[in-house]
């Protein structure tokens, strides 16, 4: 069964650097997202993408964060900036199509910034 | 915002009994999700429920939706050791026509053999 990948499973970065996350998602689908889960708390949504473009962003998804498909398999999640409380799993998700579809999660990359 | 909220937090059986958990959120919504996950692990999509749905069932998983009292519930039939994981609720608003989760904190369920 197709499966969407994230690499790397676990990144340690040094505050104030950028990191970026990267994702495959599952190759016919057409809606990508990103979500973080501190740990012991809630999985929440940061941002959709969808047509080389964001269609929903959450007030977590600021200007530190950006996103982008560089190519066609591709989905990238940058963080300038790094702060310690960015420390958390991120995970990436696909859907085939958007509203009242099930969404397809990867493993996740761990984040700790020290 | 809308929130989806589970209970029990913890729950603990064995093997081959039924395991009832129950989501309540805020707002209205387009649909709700349930998920699992395993300890280190995604979240893998079990059952999707839309507004107009009162009851779905897939397997050993029936799960039910009240917008009246905006609240849902799923029930997993005679668990074996292997449903031992965290479960999830998402709603989903669609506010948009786009697709944005809210998940609650989950319930812990522990099958004991």
């Known amino acids: 069964e197709p499966e969407v990948t994230q690499t790397p499973s676990h990144q340690v970065t040094q505050m104030g650097q950028e990191v970026i996350l990267r994702c495959v998602p599952i190759s016919n689908h057409l809606y990508f997202y990103w979500y973080r889960q501190i740990l012991g708390q809630k999985v929440e949504f940061l941002v959709s993408?969808?047509?080389?473009?964001?269609?929903?962003k959450s007030e977590i998804f600021d200007d530190q964060f950006s996103v982008e498909r560089p190519d066609g398999s591709n989905f990238t999640l940058k963080i300038r900036s790094t702060k310690l409380e960015d420390s958390a799993m991120y995970f990436c998700a696909s859907s085939e199509q958007g509203l009242g579809q099930p969404q397809h999660f990867g493993d996740g990359t761990r984040l700790s910034i020290l | 915002s809308q929130q989806g909220e589970e209970d029990p937090q913890a729950l603990s059986i064995q093997e081959g009994e039924n395991a009832t958990m129950n989501c309540s959120y805020k707002?209205?919504?387009?649909?709700l999700q349930w998920y699992r996950q395993n300890s280190g692990r995604g979240l893998v999509h079990l059952i999707l429920?839309?507004?107009?749905?009162r009851e779905k069932h897939s397997g050993r998983l029936r799960v039910t939706l009240d917008t009246s009292k905006k609240s849902s519930s799923l029930l997993i039939t005679a668990s074996r050791a292997a449903d031992t994981a965290s479960y999830f609720c998402a709603t989903d608003a669609g506010n948009s026509g786009y697709s944005t989760l809210t998940f609650g904190k989950g319930t812990m369920l522990l099958v004991s053999p």
């Open positions: 707002t209205s919504i387009n649909n």
């Open positions: 429920i839309r507004s107009n749905e």
């Open positions: 993408f969808y047509n080389n473009e964001i269609s929903e």
